[in-house]
């Protein structure tokens, strides 16, 4: 019943920050009581879900590197027009390494198994253009598994690179240095993560 409570509450917080609707933000108000409702009926009858406008906490951007020999997989983002290792935000309910590989299977049509953390960092920290949000991104090392390559409503195309000639990539969302790092560790697996 948790998981249920939480992921109507993750809904329907996002309803109501981004509707511009007035009638929406009340139907999304209403699904964050029901969200309450649902555990009060597991015996947490005094809990109802926050408001989330105070205290914030930083998004995790999840981001997977899949090799094939020397190349990367990349997609390219219909947001952007440009490459990046596939991943995006994560869903509650679900560990960052099922996030990774539900990314991966949505955007690119490929079946991965996500191995190890290669990263962990904070986005301003590591060099990004501004965002509003804090933000922190985990890369993972990903193995290919099976599917095949599939465009989605995200993503425009879909390829494999040589990590030597990579094309323009989206500087938003993964950069030519973290691609190589996670290659050093396809390379030689016994390499530490890095965290900033």
């Not at 409702?37 to 597991?42: K, R, Y």
């Not at 890369?139 to 990590?163: I, K, N, Q, Y």
Request: hydrophobic fraction near 40%.
């Amino acid at each position: 019943m948790l998981e249920i409570s939480r992921e109507l509450a993750s809904i329907s917080q996002a309803g109501i920050t981004y509707s511009k609707d007035p009638f929406d933000k009340e139907r999304f108000q209403r699904l964050r009581e029901i969200a309450s409702e649902v555990l009060h009926h597991s015996g947490r009858a005094d809990f109802q879900w926050p408001v989330e406008i105070g205290y914030l906490t930083p998004k995790v951007d999840v981001r997977g590197a899949v090799f094939r020999g020397a190349d990367v997989l990349l997609i390219k983002e219909a947001s952007s027009g440009k490459w990046t290792l596939p991943g995006g935000w994560a869903d509650v309910n679900l560990t960052p390494a099922e996030n990774i590989e539900k990314e991966c299977l949505e955007e690119s049509g490929y079946q991965v198994k996500a191995r190890l953390i290669t990263a962990v960092v904070d986005r301003d920290r590591a060099g990004y253009p501004a965002n509003p949000h804090s933000i922190y991104k985990i890369f993972f090392l990903c193995d290919l598994c099976g599917g095949t390559p599939r465009a989605s409503h995200e993503t425009l195309e879909v390829g494999f690179f040589p990590v030597d000639a990579l094309p323009e990539l989206d500087p938003d969302r993964s950069t030519a240095s973290e691609i190589k790092e996670a290659f050093q560790f396809f390379l030689t697996p016994c390499l530490t993560a890095r965290s900033n």
